[in-house]
């Protein structure tokens, strides 16, 4: 069985300034691993995602996340925030042999002040 | 594309009775994941059904179902409401060919149980 811990439940930070927002998972078997964004009163939206290949997966919104599989972690990153990132954020895994099921960490709010 | 819709939005029932939510996923999407969403408990995956067969399912009361229709859409039932089941529920659809497709969110379905 799958699990994800993300470690921090809020991450409080300034406008502007670099953000880290932490995911270890576990896992028996290779996984697919995801970042979804939810803000008030809406749905989820893709980030990223991590299938396979480069270990650095990148956003068009400046967001940035790394596989590391000796850690079991895919951390996100951003180098600097803005008002607007102010959000929950959702690290997830899916097994690749049991379609779409997937499993969620308990997610960060991340909170930009100006 | 039109994106995931659910209906109705909002809801309130009472303890007892029974409801049923309706979601319609992207055009061309066959995969149709159902998750349920609280503060305690986070994001829990319901079940996924892929052309009008329940494919994948949750830890969940048999209390908790759901179908698709042909043309995908799908629906779920949650029958003899109980308090802890006030939630956010959400619904994604998915081309779904492989584990690696992306799921796309509906903006959900706040039921509320008096």
């Known amino acids: 069985a799958q699990s994800v811990t993300q470690l921090d439940s809020q991450v409080p930070v300034f406008e502007e300034a670099p953000v880290e927002l932490r995911c270890n998972y576990s896992?028996?078997?290779?996984?697919?691993l995801f970042w979804y964004v939810q803000y008030p009163n809406q749905g989820l939206q893709l980030l990223l995602k991590?299938?396979?290949?480069?270990?650095l997966v990148e956003s068009i919104n400046g967001f940035e996340a790394e596989f590391n599989k000796s850690q079991t972690s895919f951390h996100l990153r951003k180098p600097s925030v803005h008002i607007s990132d102010t959000a929950e954020y959702f690290c997830?895994?899916?097994?690749?042999?049991?379609?779409?099921?997937?499993?969620f960490g308990q997610g960060t709010t991340l909170q930009v002040k100006p | 594309k039109a994106g995931v819709t659910q209906t109705p939005r909002y809801l309130i029932k009472t303890r007892g009775q029974q409801v049923t939510l309706s979601c319609s996923p992207i055009?061309?999407?066959?995969?149709v994941s159902w998750y349920q969403q609280t503060p305690g408990q986070g994001l829990q995956f319901l079940f996924e059904?892929?052309?009008?067969?329940?494919?994948n399912k949750g830890n969940f009361p048999g209390r908790f179902s759901g179908r698709q229709f042909s043309n995908s859409r799908s629906e779920m039932n949650v029958s003899t409401l109980e308090l802890g089941d006030s939630a956010l529920y959400l619904c994604?659809?998915?081309?779904?060919?492989?584990?690696?497709?992306?799921?796309?969110f509906g903006p959900g379905t706040r039921l509320t149980v008096l």
């Open positions: 994604a659809s998915s081309p779904m060919t492989s584990g690696a497709d992306t799921q796309y």
């Open positions: 896992s028996s078997v290779s996984v697919y």
């Open positions: 991590y299938l396979s290949g480069s270990t």
């Open positions: 997830a895994v899916s097994d690749p042999s049991n379609t779409g099921k997937l499993i």
């Open positions: 055009s061309g999407h066959r995969s």
């Open positions: 059904y892929f052309s009008e067969t329940q494919r």
